[in-house]
């Protein structure tokens, strides 16, 4: 069993930058593979990155590739999501989520934990 609490969300112009944090509770965070997903109004909730138990391995939507980057810190149960160069159709509401795995699950259905989201709003 994991909790998951994000913070680093909010209001920010766009070409500006945002860094997300997930803080997982739980001993054997570093065994879990950890992603951040996204849900704007009316759309399904859509990966956005993944990062390995080890963080060696990342996979990142076509739609943030080079502008955004997952990072985790194992020691701090922590993982993290810099977005630089924030475009309006970024704005959705950003979930971290955790899965014991030792591979790089990166559809939503895989994943079995999830914290309560962040809201990040980007204008134009």
């Known amino acids: 069993q994991v909790q998951l609490v994000e913070s680093g969300g909010g209001l920010v112009q766009a070409g500006g930058s945002l860094r997300l944090s997930c803080a997982a509770s739980?001993?054997?965070?570093?065994?879990?593979?950890m992603g951040w997903f996204r849900q704007a109004p009316g759309k399904e909730r859509e990966i956005v990155a993944a990062?390995?138990?080890?963080?060696?391995?990342?996979y990142y939507a076509d739609s943030v590739k080079g502008r955004f980057t997952i990072s985790r810190d194992n020691a701090q149960n922590t993982v993290y999501l810099q977005m630089n160069s924030l475009k309006p159709e970024d704005t959705a509401v950003y979930y971290c989520?955790?899965?014991?795995?030792?591979?790089?699950?990166?559809?939503?259905?895989?994943?079995?934990?999830w914290g309560q989201g962040t809201q990040v709003t980007v204008s134009s």
């Open positions: 989520a955790a899965k014991p795995d030792l591979g790089l699950p990166v559809h939503v259905r895989e994943y079995a934990y």
């Open positions: 739980g001993r054997t965070f570093s065994l879990y593979a």
């Open positions: 990062v390995k138990w080890s963080g060696g391995s990342t």
